[in-house]
């Protein structure tokens, strides 16, 4: 059959009944190969004439195609809601494989929500604009795309969705629950930051400095991103068409149910609403923090991965050495320093990329600051406010050179000189900034080029110098302690023998200082006790130079360095790591040497006494009595040895070992707080604010315990003076002395 000729002019002319009629026999015969016969439904409102025509000239043709058909009338005065529950009736009805909405419809219905409820599978005529697209043809340009279906999988049957276009199921999952997540947290951060506005208004605010209208700025602009892709996935299920619940739209199906009663159209102009909302909130947020870069609330979510990644200590949460001193990139040659080279951080030019880093990645949270000793005791540091001052002066338009600490500085001297080198802002960042690395590379600078710091430390320098030790006493006095024993120490004058199995470093303080002169006694005798085979430097030993390296003085540092390397090469010599086995009852020493001096390419195997202790007990080779001890007692966490280099365990199994129950105090093991003896802090007056033993000491009393165990001496030395000034017959032991009593018992 001839469908279509051609006019002189050209013009295809079609054969419309022809075509029709072969359409109709080519339906036909599919429909003969089916299990069933399909099924047109129309719905016919009122009596309007024409309709009435079309109507029947489509049940006609169905019957032709070899199909069944039905008619469903309503009334001219029929309700909005009638006509609904009719389409939604048909619409269910598994036996019905075709619907027509006959239009017009009455003025009183809205025609576009009967049809917007019509399946994209029943819907014969593409009644909406979304079933056209689903269709595959896009309205009035004839063109067609890859149906709509294949991106939104409305046929539920099809278990996954096209990733590309941001439909893939477990993707949508994903997106939901980030964002119910970044909403969940982000009221509850603005909960906690105004309760804590209103019940924390001193210095116990960790929000206290913190930039709140910026924060507020970024979490309204996270709040309205969250708000447009739960709208956006609403709208989405309700142009849908979605009636009952879909496990596509599992998690956003309440936001589905909000939009259900608006109009196709009401929907598609609220979805071009709402996704102009989006794009125009995040164009600002764009806009704002390019022009913001001091706005750490907003750069760290840039910048915190590549901070937490590039941090100087790999093996944290234990902080381990400071840093060398670098100059230009490479640490700086003390025997033979170039001109040009830049002793620590002094100026805006000095600061490093790793520096602006870690300043550009500050959430201004205010953790560390509220776990910083100082800060706790009214002093003018703040490792928050420190990192922000830093910040604001490395991105202001000023000249390289203008001095970062002084008068007239962004940051004070009393400032730079309060810190303790506790590491608890450190441990507590959520982003890995290293204020402590910061702090030390001003008191470099302060100490080398400016020569300005506190003038109690000039007499520590000039004692280290001289003497080796920051007390300035005599050398020939280091062996003193041993007299006292009445057990034999071997003194090593050269090469350690072979069958000397670890040195014991006895350390300044333990050498010199009556309160830790006992722990020597004690971890000597207990050694001795257990079979243990050691040795001492005697007077060999000097300073590790931990007090100078963390109060600034990097050149004496490496001076008192460099000799107890040579003094532990000769006294080693040849053996190999593994029996290079040193050990200490100082923290401070235990980390200088054992992470300090590795910068140096020297290394050894470094124990504290109360990891060796536990040792020898749990090998059998010291037997704590089964005795209970009758005194209630507290345990204080070395910063050294806690946050530094994450020994907890040891002491507290030692204590246990002893027949002790540890009542501990509130702020224990990672959040333990400072004696107030660290960064040089020992050997400096403290002036400023209450001191900080003092607040430990009231922690410590506060238990009811009667005895405070140490594993410092340090600590004991500080905690102990806090006792004397609080008139309190608290007892301060270190922990040795604690399991030599049991073992004695």
């Not at 009663?261 to 102009?276: D, G, Q, Y």
């Not at 000095?350 to 550009?360: A, E, H, N, R, V």
């Not at 940051?411 to 030390?440: K, N, Q, R, Y």
């Amino acid at each position: 059959m001839k469908q279509a000729t051609r006019t002189v002019g050209g013009a295809l002319v079609l054969d419309g009944n022809a075509l029709r009629d072969q359409i109709v026999a080519q339906v036909r015969r599919e429909v003969g190969e089916l299990s069933s016969v399909p099924c047109l439904a129309t719905v016919l409102i009122g009596d309007d004439g024409p309709s009435q025509v079309y109507v029947r000239n489509k049940h006609r043709q169905a019957q032709l195609a070899g199909m069944t058909s039905r008619n469903e009338t309503l009334p001219h005065d029929a309700s909005q809601h009638d006509a609904e529950a009719l389409v939604r009736q048909l619409a269910s009805d598994p036996a019905v494989s075709g619907i027509i909405v006959q239009q017009p419809v009455p003025g009183h219905l809205d025609g576009e929500k009967l049809l917007a409820l019509i399946p994209v599978d029943k819907d014969v005529d593409g009644s909406t604009n979304l079933n056209w697209i689903r269709s595959g043809t896009v309205s009035g340009t004839g063109a067609t795309v890859a149906p709509y279906n294949d991106y939104l999988k409305i046929d539920d049957n099809q278990e996954y969705e096209k990733v590309l276009g941001g439909t893939w199921a477990p993707y949508r999952y994903f997106v939901l629950a980030v964002a119910w997540s970044a909403a969940i947290g982000i009221v509850t951060l603005i909960g906690i930051r105004i309760a804590t506005k209103f019940f924390h208004k001193s210095r116990t605010s960790r929000f206290l400095g913190s930039r709140s209208l910026k924060a507020y700025y970024v979490e309204a602009t996270i709040l309205a991103i969250v708000f447009c892709v739960f709208a956006l996935r609403g709208l989405e299920g309700a142009l849908a068409g979605k009636e009952s619940w879909n496990w596509h739209y599992a998690i956003s199906w309440p936001a589905v149910q909000a939009f259900n009663s608006m109009s196709t159209a009401s929907i598609e102009s609220a979805i071009v609403i709402v996704a102009t909302l989006k794009i125009v909130v995040s164009m600002a947020w764009f806009i704002v923090i390019a022009s913001n870069l001091t706005m750490g609330i907003a750069w760290h979510r840039f910048l915190a991965f590549f901070n937490i990644y590039y941090k100087r200590n790999i093996d944290k949460p234990a902080l381990g050495a400071l840093p060398e001193m670098l100059s230009k990139g490479k640490p700086v040659n003390f025997e033979d320093p170039a001109e040009d080279d830049v002793f620590g951080l002094g100026t805006r030019g000095d600061i490093s990329w790793k520096g602006l880093l870690d300043m550009t990645s500050c959430t201004e949270c205010g953790r560390c600051q509220s776990q910083c000793p100082a800060w706790h005791t009214d002093k003018p540091l703040s490792p928050k406010l420190l990192i922000m001052a830093m910040r604001d002066h490395a991105m202001a338009k000023v000249v390289e050179t203008e001095n970062l600490v002084g008068e007239n500085a962004p940051i004070d001297l009393d400032v730079l000189w309060s810190c303790t080198s506790c590491g608890a802002c450190v441990e507590e960042c959520p982003v890995d900034i290293e204020h402590v690395d910061h702090i030390v590379n001003m008191r470099r600078f302060q100490v080398l080029v400016e020569s300005e710091f506190p003038t109690e430390l000039g007499g520590t320098f000039r004692n280290l110098e001289k003497a080796g030790n920051p007390w300035g006493a005599n050398k020939q006095d280091r062996e003193g302690w041993i007299a006292e024993c009445d057990f034999p120490v071997r003194v090593v004058s050269g090469e350690l023998p072979e069958e000397v199995e670890y040195l014991f470093w006895v350390g300044c303080a333990g050498a010199y200082e009556e309160r830790a002169k006992k722990t020597t006694k004690a971890v000597a005798e207990l050694l001795h006790m257990a079979g243990v085979n050691f040795a001492v430097l005697g007077k060999r030993e000097t300073c590790t130079g931990d007090p100078a390296r963390r109060s600034g003085n990097e050149f004496l540092y490496q001076i008192l360095s460099q000799e107890n390397i040579a003094t532990f090469n000769e006294t080693f010599g040849d053996r190999p790591k593994g029996k290079k086995k040193v050990v200490v009852t100082c923290p401070h020493c235990f980390t200088t040497i054992g992470r300090d001096y590795a910068q140096s390419g020297f290394e050894l195997e470094m124990l504290h006494h109360t990891q060796l202790l536990n040792t020898l007990i749990k090998e059998g080779r010291l037997k704590p009595s089964p005795h209970k001890s009758d005194k209630k007692l507290t345990y204080h966490d070395p910063c050294y040895l806690g946050r530094h280099n994450q020994i907890y365990a040891p002491p507290r199994e030692l204590l246990e070992a002893s027949g002790c129950d540890v009542e501990e105090m509130p702020r224990n093991k990672e959040r333990s707080f400072c004696c107030g003896g660290g960064g040089g802090r020992m050997w400096m007056e403290e002036k400023i604010g209450t001191r900080i033993n003092l607040n430990r000491v009231d922690e410590a009393i506060d238990t009811g315990a009667q005895e405070v165990a140490v594993a410092c001496p340090f600590c004991r030395i500080m905690v102990g003076d806090g006792m004397v000034a609080r008139q309190s017959d608290v007892e301060v032991l270190d922990v040795a002395q604690i399991l030599l009593r049991n073992v004695k018992s």
